[in-house]
């Protein structure tokens, strides 16, 4: 077969897609999307990939032998023995991954598709695919055209995002008895069961099994497991023995070298295509070979990307995912037929938006940040974000700054609709931090103008009119001299100064009221807040 770019050739990397003929599936894809916008997008993407190649090799060919030896030994002595010393072998961490997940919900609901093979999505967009339908090569994250090329009996069910959401809701709070600090995203949870299993008789693997069978007799969804002692090394396994089955990795060196040395760097959470590509350019195709290339790792990558694989070759993370980092971000993505319509993307955007702001519920967060992915028909990417300088939950809060980014855009036709949120913290946290400010506010407040009103006074007299907070603050004192109120129990908006409620949510409300008018008053003043981020090679 002639060249193929790298975002073309079929990607065999998901489980049930074992037995199916690459070349064939190929081929396929490369006659069914030739001329396409993606095909091209593909083909760019590919020019600069291949730039990038050159760029690492050659770099690479600088070093000889003796720097190699002499790097090797550097990397050994300042990093690897540091690393090994924060080995954590303590914590029994779970990783659960849903199999075929959204497919599943629809055979439950509809039982005669599981025989036949389906999947969910559109023919422009497949989400994922039962594992009938991956044995043909059908896959999520490809078009619906090309699957039925490659399956054309295939089932192809409209996704129904609600009611996947309300199984992963219950999916949490089943995994809740075994880790009450589960992690659980649409569909896959990392629990830390180092306490349970202290309640418990048998071996792991038999408390994992119940925990699987729990989801399956609750939901009717079976789920794939890997057992290990940090987060990556979890999900790496749970991939292994996908659908139904479950993988335990011992917590010593010598285990989790001989389990992770024979894997593709595929396997490793992060690695991409486009990594794996580079990284085979530098002949470096299993993670072993990772670990035997380290010198040539240390001279060629950025210093960030050097440590994060070799650490992940190594098997070295955190047990677990730290609440902060947890905290991150969160983002939901949906994509579509490419359309322009005002309308259609205004659905789509409330669409991501209330699932996103569901999300934060579940998990009682709040963010700072909001940011706006959109790939165009074209298949160029933009990301426009917007901090806030006050924390956001509610679904109208993300949809009104989703939507204002995207408007920015316009016009421009579009086939996938993002919205992430950053800078997350517990909602708790910020209503207490606000409470605190509000109430310092108040009282400082109420001090200043006891000491300043007289002086106020005066320039009310010199310049005949002050600006309008400091007008309330004033006008404000007058009424105070007259009527004395309970300063301890009520709050005073900071914004404006002319609100007052002892009913804190109340208070809440008409500050984050208060706060978004002000900043659309002054949203006309531009700032480095809408910037656009270069897409990464
Ligand atoms: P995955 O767990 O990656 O896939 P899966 O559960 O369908 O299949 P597997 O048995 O291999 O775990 O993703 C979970 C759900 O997320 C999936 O059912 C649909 C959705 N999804 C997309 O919408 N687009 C995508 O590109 C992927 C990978 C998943
Ligand atoms: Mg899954």
């Not at 600069?48 to 050659?58: A, M, P």
């Not at 949490?172 to 008789?201: C, G, N, P, W």
Request: charged share 25%; hydrophobic share 35%; proline share 4%.
């Amino acid at each position: 077969m002639e060249f193929v770019a790298t975002g073309l050739r079929f990607n065999p990397h998901k489980a049930g897609l074992g037995s199916v003929n690459e070349e064939e599936a190929t081929r396929v894809i490369v006659d069914t999307s030739k001329g396409t916008e993606f095909y091209k997008n593909e083909e760019r993407k590919e020019k600069l990939l291949e730039k990038r190649i050159t760029e690492v090799t050659e770099l690479a060919g600088t070093l000889t032998e003796q720097d190699k030896e002499r790097i090797e030994k550097l990397v050994d002595e300042q990093f690897i023995v540091s690393w090994e010393q924060e080995r954590d072998f303590s914590r029994v961490i779970v990783h659960l991954d849903m199999d075929a997940f959204f497919a599943s919900v629809e055979e439950i609901d509809q039982p005669s598709l599981k025989s036949l093979p389906m999947a969910v999505g559109s023919t422009s967009m497949l989400s994922t695919a039962n594992y009938e339908a991956r044995k043909y090569g059908v896959r999520s994250a490809m078009p619906g055209f090309i699957a039925l090329k490659l399956c054309p009996q295939l089932v192809i069910v409209p996704p129904r995002f609600h009611r996947y959401c309300a199984i992963s809701n219950q999916i949490a709070s089943l995994l809740r008895e075994f880790d009450s600090h589960v992690h659980m995203s649409m569909d896959e949870a990392y629990m830390d069961i180092t306490e349970y299993l202290k309640t418990q008789s048998g071996t792991i693997d038999d408390v994992v099994s119940k925990i699987r069978q729990k989801v399956f007799e609750n939901t009717g969804i079976t789920c794939s497991a890997g057992v290990a002692c940090n987060t990556m090394l979890a999900k790496i396994a749970t991939d292994l023995n996908k659908p139904n089955g479950q993988t335990f990795v011992q917590p010593d060196t010598i285990s989790i070298r001989n389990f992770l040395n024979p894997l593709s760097v595929r396997k490793i959470p992060g690695v991409g295509r486009v990594t794996e590509k580079l990284l085979s350019s530098l002949n470096i195709i299993s993670i072993q070979d990772l670990i035997s290339n380290r010198s040539i790792l240390f001279h060629c990558m950025k210093r960030k990307t050097f440590k994060f694989l070799l650490q992940s070759a190594l098997g070295i993370a955190p047990a677990f995912i730290s609440d902060s980092e947890s905290r991150k971000g969160m983002s939901r993505e949906r994509t579509f037929k490419p359309t322009s319509s005002l309308e259609e993307l205004r659905k789509i955007c409330e669409s991501v938006s209330e699932l996103l702001s569901s999300d934060l519920e579940a998990e009682d967060l709040c963010a700072k940040t909001v940011t706006l992915k959109i790939k165009c028909s074209d298949f160029s990417i933009r990301t426009r974000g917007v901090t806030k300088c006050f924390f956001i939950y509610r679904y109208e809060q993300i949809l009104e700054n989703a939507w204002k980014l995207l408007l920015k855009e316009l016009p421009v036709e579009i086939r996938l609709l993002g919205v992430r949120v950053n800078g997350l913290v517990p909602r708790s946290e910020v209503l207490t931090q606000r409470k605190n400010s509000l109430e310092n506010f108040v009282s400082n407040t109420l001090k200043y103008k006891e000491n300043n009103a007289d002086l106020m006074y005066e320039k009310v007299k010199d310049f005949g009119s002050l600006a309008p907070t400091a007008w309330s603050l004033f006008r404000e004192n007058r009424q105070q001299n007259e009527k004395e109120p309970e300063i301890s129990s009520t709050g005073v908006c900071p914004v404006c100064l002319n609100f007052r409620s002892s009913n804190s949510c109340l208070l809440e409300k008409h500050v984050n009221f208060c706060i978004e008018r002000q900043e659309h008053a002054l949203k006309k003043i531009p700032t480095n807040s809408g910037k656009l981020k270069k897409p990464r090679i």
